[in-house]
């Protein structure tokens, strides 16, 4: 198994979140724009996991709403790259990030109080 695809296996952040939110709600597309796809989660702590899939052969520039993700449209969010481990900052809807021929995204979208 190569180092990348065991630190991606064995990220604790990710997993801790996404896969054993004692929430327990799957996953859904919300939306499919060609090859380009986001994925939404509802998360116990009433933050969403957000997945960004470029399934095209190019890079493709994805958008996602925090309509989507059931927030109101005035809400501020903190978005983290749990991939990354990194905060990418607050954030006003709509938020949009380039992303690689067959690449993918894990963010954590919390509201701001």
């Known amino acids: 198994m190569s180092t990348e695809t065991q630190t991606i296996l064995l990220n604790s952040e990710a997993i801790q979140i996404v896969s054993q939110d004692p929430l327990g709600k799957q996953g859904r597309r919300m939306s499919q724009v060609g090859t380009s796809e986001v994925w939404v989660k509802p998360l116990v702590d009433g933050s969403r996991a957000v997945v960004v899939l470029n399934r095209g052969p190019a890079t493709a520039n994805i958008e996602f709403t925090w309509d989507m993700l059931g927030f109101a449209p005035t809400t501020k969010a903190v978005v983290r790259c749990l991939w ?23 963010f954590k979208v919390t509201p701001q109080a």
């Open 84 to 106: 990354c481990h990194k905060d990418f900052g607050v954030f006003s809807s709509p938020f949009a990030i380039d992303t690689d021929s067959h690449a993918v995204w894990l």
